[in-house]
């Protein structure tokens, strides 16, 4: 059984699909590509698909992952052409790797989100940002299935900063950039929620609802400070055998052969 790791995007109006939408959506995809999937035992055999740690409805994403069990060996690169060419426009499979590591999920441990506020100047934004980031704790509420919960959203924030908007941005408003980079930690801290930290410290309020897109995901490299691309592992484990031919040419080399 050969597995296949993924990562998709949600853009334009797809961002708004639910994880249940794009579960459909794909599980389509595979069918009108004749993937030859691997089905899971029982009484109701489903495909092996594994989704992992999906962005919530309403928020865009260049970073989302899942895997796929194959009962036939596929290329992996063929295999993203033709499932890419079964989504719609906006549901992108952007790369596909042979899994050759174990723990995908446990490699996603953070990641960088943008948020787009349209109608706040940028010089506001930063004196957010910069209350935020000096406040020990910052106590949000969320409403859950269990009820109102509240928790810290600083503990989870590593990193927040404001940036200048693109030059090509349509309309002449004020608007704000917000770069973050939150960890996946329990109760997840989500881009709303740091939203609501910031109204909380600052009383920051877009007059709109933020456009937010999740830029990557991946390990935290507690090092750099950086999100890592959570495939690299299945890549580089891939290291290709020297040839047959070079290996002789090597043998027969005289001691010596190629210095100066």
């Given at each position: 059984m050969q597995r296949i790791r993924l990562r998709y995007t949600k853009r334009g109006r797809l961002r708004f699909t639910s994880h249940r939408d794009f579960q459909r959506a794909f599980e389509r995809a595979l069918r009108r590509a004749d993937?030859?999937?691997?089905?899971?035992?029982?009484?109701?055999?489903?495909?092996?698909?594994?989704?992992?740690?999906?962005?919530?409805?309403?928020?865009?994403?260049?970073?989302?992952?899942?895997?796929?069990?194959?009962?036939?060996?596929?290329?992996?690169?063929?295999?993203?052409?033709?499932?890419?060419?079964?989504?719609?426009?906006?549901?992108?499979?952007?790369?596909?790797?042979?899994?050759?590591?174990?723990?995908?999920?446990?490699?996603?441990?953070?990641s960088v989100w943008e948020l787009r506020l349209d109608g706040v100047e940028p010089r506001r934004a930063e004196e957010a940002v910069k209350a935020f980031l000096t406040a020990g704790s910052v106590e949000v509420e969320r409403r859950t299935k269990n009820g109102l919960r509240t928790f810290d959203a600083r503990s989870a924030v590593v990193t927040l900063e404001s940036a200048?908007?693109?030059?090509?941005?349509?309309?002449?408003?004020?608007?704000?950039?917000?770069?973050?980079?939150?960890?996946?930690?329990?109760?997840?801290?989500?881009?709303?929620?740091?939203?609501?930290?910031?109204?909380?410290v600052a009383d920051l309020a877009p007059p709109v609802p933020a456009a937010v897109t999740r830029l990557a995901q991946g390990l935290f490299d507690e090092e750099t400070g950086t999100v890592t691309d959570p495939l690299a592992p299945d890549r580089e484990a891939v290291r290709p055998a020297p040839s047959t031919a070079a290996v002789l040419a090597a043998a027969k080399a005289p001691e010596g052969a190629g210095s100066a």
């Amino acid at each position: 059984m050969q597995r296949i790791r993924l990562r998709y995007t949600k853009r334009g109006r797809l961002r708004f699909t639910s994880h249940r939408d794009f579960q459909r959506a794909f599980e389509r995809a595979l069918r009108r590509a004749d993937v030859p999937m691997a089905y899971s035992a029982g009484f109701t055999p489903h495909p092996k698909v594994s989704y992992a740690n999906a962005a919530p409805t309403g928020t865009g994403s260049e970073a989302e992952f899942l895997e796929i069990a194959l009962a036939e060996a596929r290329d992996p690169d063929t295999l993203r052409e033709l499932l890419d060419e079964s989504l719609p426009a906006g549901l992108d499979i952007v790369d596909a790797v042979e899994a050759r590591t174990s723990g995908l999920a446990d490699r996603l441990t953070a990641s960088v989100w943008e948020l787009r506020l349209d109608g706040v100047e940028p010089r506001r934004a930063e004196e957010a940002v910069k209350a935020f980031l000096t406040a020990g704790s910052v106590e949000v509420e969320r409403r859950t299935k269990n009820g109102l919960r509240t928790f810290d959203a600083r503990s989870a924030v590593v990193t927040l900063e404001s940036a200048p908007p693109p030059a090509d941005r349509p309309g002449d408003g004020p608007c704000a950039i917000l770069r973050l980079v939150v960890r996946h930690a329990t109760p997840a801290v989500r881009p709303d929620d740091v939203l609501s930290g910031l109204r909380a410290v600052a009383d920051l309020a877009p007059p709109v609802p933020a456009a937010v897109t999740r830029l990557a995901q991946g390990l935290f490299d507690e090092e750099t400070g950086t999100v890592t691309d959570p495939l690299a592992p299945d890549r580089e484990a891939v290291r290709p055998a020297p040839s047959t031919a070079a290996v002789l040419a090597a043998a027969k080399a005289p001691e010596g052969a190629g210095s100066a």
